[in-house]
């Protein structure tokens, strides 16, 4: 256990976009500098009760720029992340990274030992 309260040093996994929707959607949004709603929509298959629901509680964390227009006479919405995003998706993923690292090497160890014995 560590001094922090058990907690181990290093990428802390983000509970905001740890959910595989929210992943999903901050990934897919990654690597735009902005997709209209219907784009995100289709492409991480979500329904338009759940991407609204991701996008306010992404935007509310500060992750997601949501900007509302018009093309002619047709509402439309548009998303992008946000540099905090950009920073909070980098970093969770590298937790996840972590996380997997680990658990490889605690496999190998094993397995190592186990040959050993």
């Known amino acids: 256990m560590s001094a922090d309260g058990g907690r181990a040093a290093g990428p802390a996994l983000d509970e905001v976009i740890h959910h595989p929707s929210r992943l999903a959607v901050s990934a897919f949004l990654s690597a735009c500098v902005e ?11 979500l329904s338009d009760s759940a991407l609204s629901k991701i996008a306010t509680a992404l935007e ?12 002619g006479r047709r509402p439309r919405t548009w998303l992008s992340l946000s540099p905090a995003g950009r920073d909070a998706l980098a970093g969770h993923i590298a937790a996840l990274q ?14 190592a030992a186990d040959a050993r014995s």
Not at 60 to 71: C, F, T
Not at 98 to 111: K, L, V
């Open 35 to 45: 997709a209209d709603f219907a784009t995100v929509r289709e492409r991480c298959g």
């Open 60 to 71: 509310s964390a500060g992750y997601v720029r949501i900007r509302k227009g018009h093309v």
């Open 98 to 111: 972590a996380i997997a690292d680990s658990a490889r090497n605690a496999g190998a160890a094993a397995t």
